[in-house]
């Protein structure tokens, strides 16, 4: 895939990051000032991710957090990236999902990971006595497609609100699985590219491939998830970008905590293998100043042919971090 590819779409994932001397509330606030911040952008969709158990992330609550933002926007669609489908019932989807989509007609969105997205202890937590494992994906997603379809003669379990709302639905992924499943289904891909790179171009690859039209979508539709750091200038945005580093390391130590401060030289004080194991969780980001951004996200959207390009920035000052998103798209516009 090296064709050269019309210029993507933007969109945001936002993680909801609790930052060190920051509290939940103030995470809250700046997601809803961050959506209105990208939507003056021109940005196409914001996304929230469903994690739980995690001190430094605050959008467990997924859904809720989707009807705040959107309640705070114009036009901006706000939707999930993703709900983790297996800790719950496709029913309580639907009728959450189908009470948004009621509120803010055309502006919500569906996506669905087949992860717990969680560790063990929270997963019995969220489920108590419910049997669900990732292999039960495929047949959820489907009943989650008849409870948000129009209702038939005779159905009788109707989502209520749901049924007939028709929320677009996403299928997302970091392997083949989803690629697979998405395609066969005639569903929108998303590529989890900004924490797990590592099969990107053969998942997009073989979506594209095997995709079969459906109601849904006439042809194969890929966003790639793509971390951005962007700074005036490439020594700045790299001592922005130590913030997400010390993250990924935490993450990749089973550490995970607060988003961290700044550090300078952070990436000089490790060693080899925790440098190239962040670098590996960060393959695709585009950190630099706005010709290094420029160029990077250009190539990222280049290879992959991606229709759209959602932007992961996590920058511990607020104000930095509105700046680098803007920074960002200019220069994929530009």
Wanted: aromatic fraction near 6%; charge should be negative; proline fraction near 6%.
């Amino acid at each position: 895939m090296t064709e050269t590819h019309k210029r993507p779409a933007l969109s945001m994932l936002d993680l909801v990051a609790v930052r060190e001397g920051g509290t939940v509330a103030q995470a809250l606030q700046l997601a809803v000032r961050t959506a209105q911040h990208v939507e003056s952008l021109g940005f196409t969709r914001y996304w929230l991710a469903e994690h739980h158990n995690m001190p430094g992330i605050a959008s467990s609550s997924t859904a809720v957090l989707i009807g705040h933002i959107a309640g705070a926007t114009q036009h901006i669609r706000v939707g999930s990236g993703g709900i983790m489908l297996p800790n719950h019932a496709p029913l309580v989807v639907a009728e959450a999902f189908g009470t948004l989509a009621e509120l803010y007609p055309g502006r919500i969105d569906l996506g669905l990971g087949r992860a717990p997205g969680t560790d063990g202890m929270t997963m019995r937590a969220l489920r108590r006595d419910r049997v669900e494992s990732e292999e039960d994906f495929p047949r959820d997603v489907m009943e989650l497609q008849r409870l948000l379809a129009d209702a038939e003669p005779g159905q009788k379990l109707i989502a209520t609100p749901g049924a007939g709302t028709h929320v677009p639905i996403w299928l997302l992924g970091s392997s083949l699985f989803s690629a697979q499943l998405a395609a066969h289904l005639g569903l929108p891909y998303a590529f989890a590219s900004h924490f797990a790179p590592r099969m990107l171009y053969q998942a997009v690859q073989l979506y594209r491939d095997l995709f079969k039209p459906s109601a849904a979508l006439a042809k194969p539709y890929v966003i790639v998830g793509a971390p951005v750091i962007a700074a005036p200038s490439d020594a700045e945005a790299e001592y922005l970008a130590s913030s997400t580093y010390q993250r990924v390391l935490g993450i990749l130590t089973g550490q995970r905590g607060l988003l961290p401060r700044p550090v300078e030289g952070f990436m000089d004080n490790l060693n080899d293998a925790e440098r190239q194991a962040i670098e590996g969780f960060l393959a695709v980001a585009s950190i630099g100043g706005p010709e290094r951004v420029q160029q990077r996200m250009r190539q990222l959207a280049d290879s992959t042919g991606a229709d759209e390009l959602m932007l992961v920035s996590d920058i511990y000052d607020a104000e930095l971090r509105l700046r680098s998103l803007e920074i960002a798209a200019q220069a994929v516009r530009s």
